[in-house]
């Protein structure tokens, strides 16, 4: 198993940035690639970004792209994810997951093996 604990979430003004760390733990030799998803209140849990542990491989939902990062620590076993420009849409719980092995697109929180417990952001007009 794997164990992620993320940090960083907090209240920000529109156009403003955070950075969220998810440090991982225990069986990560298995990791095969790690997300970020969101989820704000009332609605589903949506993909955010994507990063493959052992490659430069990243993806990421349209509306964020070019204004948020994921990159990897793998000396830390740590991802982050770098949040710029932020909207107060942005507003979520914002978690990490980690998967053992996928096939087809990063997107489907189904595949995740594991979860973190979530960090708030909260972006204000």
């Known amino acids: 198993q794997v164990q992620l604990v993320e940090s960083g979430g907090g209240l920000v003004q529109a156009g403003g940035s955070l950075r969220l760390s998810c440090a991982a733990s225990?069986?990560?030799?298995?990791?095969?690639?790690m997300g970020w998803f969101r989820q704000a209140p009332g609605k589903e849990r949506e993909f955010v970004a994507a990063i493959k542990w052992s490659s430069v491989s990243t993806y990421y939902k349209n509306s964020v792209k070019g204004r948020f990062t994921i990159s990897r620590d793998n000396a830390k076993n740590t991802v982050y994810l770098q949040m710029n420009s932020l909207k107060p849409e942005d507003t979520a719980v914002y978690y990490c997951?980690?998967?053992?092995?996928?096939?087809?697109?990063?997107?489907?929180?189904?595949?995740?093996?594991?979860w973190g417990q979530g960090t708030q952001v909260t972006v204000s007009s």
């Open positions: 997951a980690a998967v053992t092995y996928v096939t087809g697109g990063y997107d489907d929180p189904a595949k995740y093996n594991s």
């Open positions: 225990g069986r990560t030799f298995s990791i095969y690639a």
